[in-house]
């Protein structure tokens, strides 16, 4: 029997946390990562070389990574000490070392994939150095990805700075993929960069794979305050098209610890609310679960029951 095949959308962390999960299911992985970061360590080295944003693609290979705990924490050391390594990854030093030695990220990143020992595929969504542009409610454009995610005034969409060359093995994935799924994460800065290309988007709408979100935990201050599941779904909907989303999965569990109340308090953060009320005329089907751990004092996605879920779903669809 064939194993099942994936395609995963995100970045950095949302994206990372259900990979670690995922990936311990019988299930052939493809993990697309947007590279328009062009914050802290990723951002300096862009600034300096002209590469793609190397930092989503490397925490999204650890978490794939079938490594000890010293070779990990090898990998995410940073050199906080030092002047001239300013607080770089030795993991985003490795593949801006190997994108120097092979000449793209497409070359550069089995290398270190079989260093890592990974379990499935990372693609990048394209080689170029591309900066996300968000353009705000009342017409202003922000350029960069920390400047879209700290912009005080409302975005109503992102776009890049230039069009972009998409990765054609990332075409190829999603064309011969049994699911294909957004992941759990920014909306403006993680997801609907891998939307911005119409010829992408194309491509993902007439794919036979359904179309799976998995739905964040809690809002985004300035940029989903007061979301509930259904309106994740339409923000992805203004760049995929009305009705693709075939399936969510989405925390239905309450939050009400003294950590959820500091998320409010201190964050502006909110729990995204599951109001099955907006579903009536909807075709989507819902996976409604408690969805949610506490990992060093933070609220994630568990890994184990997502990933569980999502393999579930795979192999015997809708219930």
């Known amino acids: 029997m064939n194993m099942k095949k994936i395609v995963i959308f995100g970045g950095g962390s949302g994206l990372s946390q259900l990979l670690k999960g995922i990936k311990l299911f019988p299930v052939e992985i493809t993990a697309v990562v947007s590279v328009s970061d062009n914050g802290s360590s990723t951002g300096r080295l862009r600034k300096e070389l002209n590469i793609p944003a190397v930092g989503d693609i490397t925490k ?17 050391y940073r050199f906080v000490k030092s002047k001239s390594l300013g607080n770089h ?7 801006t070392a190997l994108l120097d030695m092979k000449g793209s990220l ?37 350029v960069g990805e920390e400047q ?21 093995k990332v075409i190829d994935a999603v064309k011969s993929t049994d699911l294909i799924i957004f992941s759990s994460g920014s909306l403006l800065t993680s997801i609907t960069p891998h939307l911005i290309d119409k010829s992408l988007v194309r491509v993902i709408n007439e794919a036979k794979a ?19 599941v259904k309106n994740h779904i339409d923000f992805l909907e203004k760049y995929l098209g009305k009705d693709t989303i075939d399936v969510v999965i989405a925390n239905n569990s309450i939050m009400s610890s003294k950590l959820a109340m500091k998320y409010a308090n201190e964050e502006q953060k909110d729990p995204v609310v599951l109001n099955m009320d ?7 089907y819902i996976i409604a679960d408690k969805l949610y751990i506490v990992e060093n004092g933070y609220y994630r996605h568990d890994s184990l029951k997502t990933g569980y879920l999502i393999f579930s779903y795979l192999m015997d669809g809708q219930k």
């Not at 975005?155 to 990765?167: A, W």
Request: proline share 4%; hydrophobic share 40%; charged share 30%.
């Open 89 to 95: 990854s030795v993991k985003n030093l490795l593949l």
């Open 106 to 142: 497409d070359k550069a990143i089995p290398v270190l994939g079989e260093i890592l020992d990974l379990k499935g595929t990372v693609l990048p969504l394209t080689e170029d150095s591309v900066n996300l542009v968000g353009i705000t409610t009342d017409g202003k454009k922000v």
């Open 278 to 284: 907006e579903f009536i005329d909807s075709k989507i």
């Open 148 to 168: 879209v995610t700290k912009c005080a005034s409302k975005i109503d969409y992102v776009t890049y700075d230039r069009d972009i060359d998409v990765n054609p």
């Open 60 to 76: 999204v290979m650890l978490s794939m990574a079938n490594i000890d705990k010293d070779l990990k924490d090898l990998m995410d």
């Open 210 to 228: 359904d179309k799976m979100y998995i739905c964040n935990l809690f809002t985004q201050p300035g940029e989903t305050d007061d979301f509930t």
